[in-house]
T-cell receptor, first 113, second 109 residues
Framework: EPEVTQTPSHQVTQMGQEVILRCVPISNHLYFYWYRQILGQKVEFLVSFYNNEISEKSEIFDDQFSVERPDGSNFTLKIRSTKLEDSAMYFC???????????FGPGTRLTVL | EDQVTQSPEALRLQEGESSSLNCSYTVSGLRGLFWYRQDPGKGPEFLFTLYSAGEEKEKERLKATLTKKESFLHITAPKPEDSATYLCAVQPNDYKLSFGAGTTVTVRA
């Protein structure tokens, strides 16, 4: 069964450093998303990406965040200068169509020290 | 602003003891309502999508229903492996999901 994969599973970084979280969406999906979940809190939408551009972003997704689809299979989230409050689980998701079911990856746990 | 409220926050059941979880929502326009299951430290696992009031979907011991203001997830004769956090999310447009805080279900053998 096709699934979304994410690497690394756990990333530890120092405050102010740049991190790149990687995702491989389901192969025939066209819509890609990043969400995050701070420990004990709700899953929060960050950004959606379609046709090589951002289709929607939340207030959380400020200038320190960027997304990219560098090739036909990978989808990345970059955080330019990490802050303590960026510590969270980051989930990638993909869907086959607009408004369709979103399938989530296992997540990357980001710890900022 | 979209609001999704799930109740109860936690539910402890005996194996075989059926129950229901509630998801009430306020959204400007509902494209779809989604139910997910989340195990500790894992990503949400898709269960159901409901698109219109009156719609019902079933999968094994789970059944989801939708009205104009809320959705219910019924768990019939639960087993310990049904223990998880169940998340409800609304989709107001083609893209983002707005999640509730979830109901954590614990089923004791």
């Amino acid at each position: 069964e096709p699934e979304v994969t994410q690497t690394p599973s756990h990333q530890v970084t120092q405050m102010g450093q740049e991190v790149i979280l990687r995702c491989v969406p389901i192969s025939n999906h066209l819509y890609f998303y990043w969400y995050r979940q701070i420990l004990g809190q709700k899953v929060e939408f960050l950004v959606s990406f379609y046709n090589n551009e951002i289709s929607e972003k939340s207030e959380i997704f400020d200038d320190q965040f960027s997304v990219e689809r560098p090739d036909g299979s990978n989808f990345t989230l970059k955080i330019r200068s990490t802050k303590l409050e960026d510590s969270a689980m980051y989930f990638c998701a993909s869907s086959g169509g607009a408004g369709g079911e979103q399938f989530f990856g296992p997540g990357t746990r980001l710890t900022v020290l | 602003e979209d609001q999704v409220t799930q109740s109860p926050e936690a539910l402890r059941l005996q194996e075989g003891e059926s129950s229901s979880l509630n998801c009430s929502y306020t959204v400007s326009g509902l494209r779809g309502l989604f139910w997910y299951r989340q195990d500790p430290g894992k990503g949400p696992e898709f269960l159901f999508t409901l698109y219109s009031a009156g719609e019902e979907k079933e999968k094994e011991r789970l059944k989801a229903t939708l009205t104009k203001k809320e959705s219910f997830l019924h768990i019939t004769a639960p087993k310990p492996e049904d223990s998880a956090t169940y998340l409800c999310a609304v989709q107001p447009n083609d893209y983002k999901l707005s999640f509730g805080a979830g109901t954590t279900v614990t089923v004791r053998a």
